[in-house]
């Protein structure tokens, strides 16, 4: 089975525009041909929970600060799919290679 | 049929179940794997469970703050929120509110499938919100026209049907041309849109993004951050005016000071366990709804939470939700100052989301001084409507200290009203 890549969405409670860049990002890692799980959350869950990588938007971004070993995006806005893409398209290409895909 | 009504009467009956098995649909529909649907329903039942938890924790922290005022001061305090009478109330209607979200989906959708408005044509997305939505509707309902079982369902899915067809629609034209007609408001704040407009425009101001605002702004875009931050103060407001004495013989002895700022993170870690149980059904069930509207009704706008807003404008929402928060505060203290026996908190949700949302269409339309009027309007609109639609719902929460508040509940309210009267006429209401 191939491996999964995790990705946590933030938004300020973690149920409202974080579970809208849920969905869009279900449909880039598609794209991509990456197999993900995306978890909706707010600031300070996201950062106890263990990802490959953190989307988030530029407004929570000082929130969430940096996260050991894991990258932390940035969107202007959530409901922007190319604006998303483009931000993950680097991390995402890394984890294809790391995981030889 | 006695393995069909164990069934129905003795397991879904529990409200977590229920839940498990709605979410279960949810996944199914979105023709998840077996693995992740699994997953998805386990995590519902197990959220909801969660949650319940989190109303013994934050009502143990509430009660004790709201006897205190009512032995001391013999008002009757109130706190306008969200999850918190969620949870409450998800106690009581466990099965009936879920129930009537879905009916209230499929409602809205025949709605906006057969309204010919143009700007009818949206689909209400923000979940926590419409759980909220169907929640209040039940209790207006029972109140009004003393509605039980069946009846009530039906009732609260007609009411929130309409409030999700006709609140983005009245968003529509302040959406529009700030959003490029992508996407628009889903909320309890759609009065945020025009306050911040035309009161907002009165003002003409330079942009709140041109000034320098000081970083530690930045600590209130939490939400669990600021209400551990502004609960312990309100505690303690409350315990001075109260004086030690009156603290003492609620609290486990200790020092009262420290006592009424540890209820007060108490009452944050409680919403912020509520939180995270809703959250865990809402990640279950809106991709599903979402799924199903793009297929039924392509080409609608999906109506959202208000922070994809505040993009437009980051400066301009944290102006609102102080000034929100501030003009609340007095509201609070002029109701203490003249007697009034029903006192309205600063809802921290309201100041927090209202305020900030008010603040960036006040910041469009008339800068960082439209800002400011935008929010302090708005906190004036969340505490009447709160005032106005208290008694419909003083029964069933009390004790708790809670409501349900919501600044577009002031459109609603008139309705209720009405049909209060009418429920009063015919000798229905409870």
């Known amino acids: 089975m191939a491996k999964k890549m995790k990705i946590v969405t933030v938004c300020g409670c973690g149920l409202g525009s974080s579970l809208m860049a849920k969905t869009s990002i279900e449909k880039i890692m598609k794209e991509f041909g990456v197999t993900a799980s995306i978890e909706a959350s707010d600031a300070g869950t ?23 070993g894991t990258p932390v995006v940035a969107v202007k806005s959530f409901m922007n799919v190319d604006e998303l893409r483009e931000v993950m398209r680097p991390h995402v290409e890394e984890f294809k290679k790391k995981n030889n895909m | 049929m006695t393995v ?29 794997s077996g693995a992740e649907v699994l997953e998805g329903t386990i995590k519902t039942i197990v959220g909801m469970i969660i949650l319940n938890s989190g109303i013994g924790v934050f009502l143990g922290s509430l009660s004790p703050l709201t006897t205190l005022l009512n032995n001391s001061f013999g008002i009757t305090g109130v706190l306008p929120d969200c999850f918190g009478p969620y949870g409450v109330a998800m106690q009581t209607y466990g099965v009936e509110i879920p129930m009537a979200f879905v009916l209230a989906f499929v409602l809205h959708l025949l709605l ?82 025009p306050v911040g407009k035309w009161f907002g425009g009165l003002a003409k101001s330079k942009r709140a993004d041109e000034l320098e605002l000081p970083g530690i702004f930045n600590l209130f875009s939490d939400y669990t951050v600021l209400l551990c931050v502004l609960m312990p103060v309100m505690y303690i407001i409350i315990g001075l005016t109260a004086g030690k004495a009156a603290v003492d013989s609620i609290s486990d002895g200790g020092n009262w000071i420290v006592w009424l700022i540890m209820q007060g993170i108490t009452f944050a870690a409680g919403i912020a366990i509520v939180l995270y149980g809703v959250r865990m059904f809402l990640a279950a069930m ?97 505490n009447v409507a709160a005032l106005v639609t208290y ?26 009203w009405l049909l209060k009267f009418i429920g009063g006429a015919l000798g229905l209401a409870a």
């Open chain 2, 286 to 382: 809106i991709p599903a709804f979402e799924g199903i509207s793009k297929k039924l009704l392509p080409g609608t706008q999906p109506a959202l939470d208000s922070p994809v807003f505040f993009q437009y404008s980051p400066a301009g929402s944290m102006l609102g939700f102080v000034s929100c928060f501030v003009t609340m505060v007095i509201f609070t203290l002029v109701q203490v100052a003249i007697g009034s026996p029903v006192v309205i908190f600063p809802g921290p949700i309201f100041f927090f989301f209202d305020g900030a949302l008010a603040g960036v269409f006040g910041d469009i339309h008339g800068g960082w001084v439209g800002a400011i009027i935008a929010g302090a309007v708005i906190a004036i609109v969340i």
């Open chain 2, 4 to 32: 069909i009504n164990f069934l129905i009467n003795e397991v879904f009956v529990e409200a977590p179940v229920f839940l498990g098995l709605v979410a279960l649909i949810g996944l199914l529909l979105q023709k998840k």
């Open chain 1, 46 to 68: 996201a950062k106890g929970y263990p990802s490959d990588l953190v989307v988030t938007t530029t407004m929570l971004k000082p929130r969430v600060g940096e996260i050991p």
């Open chain 2, 112 to 193: 906006v499938r057969i309204l010919p408005f143009k700007n009818t044509k949206n689909v209400f997305l923000t979940g926590h919100i419409m759980l909220f939505n169907a929640s209040i509707m039940l209790l207006v309902g029972r109140s009004a026209l003393g509605l039980t079982g069946g009846a009530q369902i039906a009732f609260s899915a007609v009411m929130t049907a309409l409030f999700w067809t006709f609140m983005p629609a009245i968003a529509r034209p302040f959406t529009d041309p700030v959003t490029d007609k992508r996407f628009t408001l889903g909320h309890l704040q759609t009065l945020d849109l």
């Open chain 2, 391 to 416: 008694p419909f719902q003083a029964e069933f929460f009390a004790g708790t200290g809670l409501m349900f508040g919501g600044g577009d509940y002031l459109i609603w309210a008139p309705i209720f």
